[in-house]
T-cell receptor, first 115, second 108 residues
Framework: DADVTQTPRNRITKTGKRIMLECSQTKGHDRMYWYRQDPGLGLRLIYYSFDVKDINKGEISDGYSVSRQAQAKFSLSLESAIPNQTALYFC??????????????FGDGTRLSIL | GENVEQHPSTLSVQEGDSAVIKCTYSDSASNYFPWYKQELGKRPQLIIDIRSNVGEKKDQRIAVTLNKTAKHFSLHITETQPEDSAVYFCAASPDMRFGAGTRLTVKP
């Protein structure tokens, strides 16, 4: 889904480094999400934002922070990376119609390896 | 926040058989329930969804049912084909938490 762009696509870094993963969307959606997926496992919600002034913790927010710089941009930061944060990270967006959620659109993912 | 549980974690069927995957949710305010298919190394793709004002929805070989009273919803795939093999996830609004996933294998 080229409307949701994640950068970088792959990143290898060392323990203790600060890392930022970026997500931008051209769909005009208010809602944006960050998920983490470990091998063979499901998607776990890290943070989500329903608009620029709204940030909410998900299931596994410890060790992560986010910034919603604009409606179209939502960044995920690892302040001091540790090896167990090695995973595939997905950004997703969706809108709302009539008070009900709409399908999410996902980026291609960022594969992060922390040595 | 919402808590979504999904069963089974793995499912193996013969080609042509039906497959059923079930999810339960905890937040009675949830009103949107999508299902996604994910192939290895790729992003999840929406296959069908249902809203809380509807009890059942069909799209060719795929159907989803919702029981709001019991807070559960199910994915039904009929006449399964090898290309249906993938990992399937359910999710629930408002915060779009996902179930743990079901790895479906369709044997030719």
């Amino acid at each position: 889904d080229a409307d949701v762009t994640q950068t970088p696509r792959n990143r290898i870094t060392k323990t203790g480094k600060r890392i930022m993963l970026e997500c931008s969307q051209t769909k005009g959606h208010d809602r944006m999400y960050w998920y983490r997926q470990d091998p063979g496992l499901g998607l776990r919600l890290i943070y989500y934002s329903f608009d620029v002034k709204d940030i909410n913790k998900g299931e596994i927010s410890d060790g992560y922070s986010v910034s919603r710089q604009a409606q179209a941009k939502f960044s995920l930061s690892l302040e001091s990376a540790i090896p167990n944060q090695t995973a595939l990270y997905f950004c997703a967006t969706n809108g709302v119609r009539g008070g009900r959620g709409q399908p999410q659109h996902f980026g291609d993912g960022t594969r992060l390896s922390i040595l | 926040g919402e808590n979504v549980e999904q069963h089974p974690s793995t499912l193996s069927v013969q080609e042509g058989d039906s497959a059923v995957i079930k999810c339960t949710y905890s937040d009675s305010a949830s009103n949107y329930f999508p299902w996604y298919k994910q192939e290895l190394g790729k992003r999840p793709q929406l296959i069908i969804d249902i809203r809380s004002n509807v009890g059942e929805k069909k799209d060719q070989r795929i159907a989803v049912t919702l029981n709001k009273t019991a807070k559960h919803f199910s994915l039904h795939i009929t006449e399964t084909q090898p290309e249906d093999s993938a990992v399937y996830f359910c999710a629930a609004s408002p915060d779009m938490r996902f179930g743990a996933g079901t790895r479906l294998t369709v044997k030719p």
